[in-house]
């Protein structure tokens, strides 16, 4: 079985305040984008033994330490299925914000679901998801969503920014998800993203933000730069997605869109 694990971008990143848990309460909206997926491949063995192949982009961790096994052994100690073959072809950039990572372990847990006929509820492939971390359990209904708490807690919402062109650049540094939390500073905003994504795209800038950008600018002035050059460009809308690096803008032209060319590849109509 093949599946395409499709990345997402953050609309607006409000980062709460610090849970005595140690993670944080956000409010997000995240969306899907179809066109920029790793490919997940996976087949059923006849022994309990896990494979991991990993292909494309280079895969940063070892074998035993990428999500796509942790996901595979997950639902191994909760079902109880034999063993699987995975091979990651990687065509999202990691270290990006994306949720490449994310995607791929939902797709696993997705796939196993399938392949052995467990049948699980949506209920209780988000429940497995967010077993694996924050952003995995968006990829089960893989459709714009108010993710609040850690990103766990969902709630449909309807974004529709149909005709418009996304821009994904991704500067050639990378930026951790500890480094981010690290630097940034929870505050409660005046009026809740719920209410400003209500307003015309021509005024989300500067009105809808990623409290993340702050501290990543300063210590990335090469991701700070990117976002500038997507404004300068003619997008509407400009902003760093996740927690860094990439950056994405919304171009109401192709032609618009297309100045970025130099810059990167993944231009696609929404």
């Not at 480094?179 to 905003?189: L, Q, S, T």
Request: charged share 25%; hydrophobic share 40%.
């Amino acid at each position: 079985m093949k599946i395409k694990a499709n990345c997402k971008i953050n609309l607006g990143l409000d980062v709460l305040r610090r849970r005595e848990d140690g993670y944080h309460d956000l409010s997000t909206i995240m969306l899907p984008v179809e066109g920029l997926y790793d490919v997940v491949e996976i087949e059923e063995r006849a022994d309990k033994e896990i494979e991991f192949h990993g292909i494309g982009l280079t895969v940063d961790c070892p074998a035993e330490d990428n999500i796509c096994v942790k996901a595979a052994k997950l639902m191994q100690q909760r079902y109880g299925v034999a063993g699987v073959d995975i091979t990651l072809d990687k065509r999202v950039p990691f270290g990006a914000g994306l949720g490449g990572g994310s995607a791929d372990g939902t797709a696993v847990i997705m796939g196993i679901n399938e392949i052995f006929s467990l049948g699980l509820s949506e209920e209780e492939l988000i429940a497995r998801a967010a077993e694996l971390g924050s952003d995995t359990a968006f990829f089960v209904r893989n459709a714009p969503q108010l993710c609040e708490g850690r990103g766990e807690q969902m709630t449909a919402i309807d974004v529709n920014l149909e005709g418009l062109w996304l821009v994904i650049i991704k500067p050639n540094e990378s930026v951790s998800t500890r480094e981010a939390y690290a630097g940034v500073k929870p505050e409660m905003p005046e009026l809740a993203l719920t209410e400003r994504i209500k307003r015309p795209i021509s005024e989300w800038q500067g009105l809808i933000k990623n409290d993340f950008e702050t501290s990543v600018f300063a210590a990335h002035p090469v991701i700070k730069t990117a976002k500038q050059k997507l404004l300068d460009a003619g997008a509407i809308y400009a902003s760093m997605s996740g927690s860094g690096s990439a950056l994405f803008g919304l171009f109401e032209s192709e032609e618009s869109a297309n100045k970025m060319r130099s810059m990167t590849d993944y231009i696609y109509k929404i």
